[in-house]
C-alpha cells in the first residue's frame, strides 16, 4: 500500500489574490517528478467573507472574527494534518481559540522569525496597522530588535498600498520605488512580509530578476519547505521543526 501523503490546509481569502498566489508557489517550488499524484494534497478555504482584521481590532469587536476563525478552523481541521493562515493579522486571534483547534497551525509569524535570526541584517515590517497594534511580531520574535518598525503614518500609506494595489491583483511592481525608497530612508535593503499580500511582491522580484532587496517571506518559505513542514512531528503554534531548510534570499539589483 502506497503511503498516504499528508494534507496542507490553507484558511485564506484575507485577501483572495495572495491566496491563488501562494496555492501556486507550492506547486511551483514542489513540481512532481514522473505522477502528478506525487504532487502536494492541499486544501483551500479562501473567504473573502471573512470580517476585516484591523477594522475588528479599531473598533474594539474582535469576537466576531474570532468566533469566525473557530469556526473555520474547526471544519478545516477535520481533513488536514498542517494548517496555513492566509492574513499575518488573523494569528491575533489563535490565543482565544481552544488550543486543539490551533496544534495545526504554522505560525507565518515564527517562520518570519526563525529568518530574522539567520539574517545578516535589520528588516523593514511591512505590516498593516492591525498587525502593529497587536504587537503580533514584536511579541512573537526572538529575534525583535532585527525589526525596523515604521512610523503611524507609514503605516496608514502602506495600508493604502495593500488595499489598492497588492489585494486588487494590479502589478506589484507599481510599488517598487516606494519601497525603494523606504529601505533607503532606514538604511538596509531587507524587508519582512508582515502581511501576505507582499508575496505577490516577492514573486515579482524574483520574476523580474531583480535582486539586490532581501525578503523575509513566510509564504515562500512554507512552500519551498512544505513537505518537511508537513512531516508527522509534535507541533503547536509556537514551535517549529528544529532544522527547517530556509531558502535562499530573494536579492534585487536596481
Known sequence: MKKKLPILGVLGGMGPVVTAEFLKSIYEYNQFTDNEQEAPNVIVFSLPSAPDRTSSINSGNEREFIDFMQLHLENLNKF????????????YALPHIPEHLTNKVISLIKIADQQ???HDEPAILLAGTGAYHKRLFHEGCTAVNRIISLSEKEQDWLLEIIF???????????????????LDKYKT???????????LFTKSLKLNGIDS??????????????????????YNINSLPEKIKLPEKVQVHL
Open 80 to 91: 488536514v494534518d498542517r494548517i496555513v493562515i492566509g492574513c499575518c493579522t488573523a494569528h
Open 116 to 118: 530574522l535570526q539567520e
Open 164 to 182: 489598492k494595489v497588492l489585494k486588487r491583483g494590479h502589478d506589484p511592481l507599481t510599488i517598487l520605488a516606494d519601497i525603494q525608497e523606504l
Open 189 to 199: 535593503r531587507s524587508f519582512i512580509s508582515g502581511c501576505t499580500e507582499f508575496h
Open 213 to 234: 532587496i532581501k525578503a523575509i517571506d513566510p509564504l515562500t518559505t512554507i512552500a519551498q519547505n512544505l513537505f518537511q513542514l508537513l512531516e508527522p512531528v509534535t
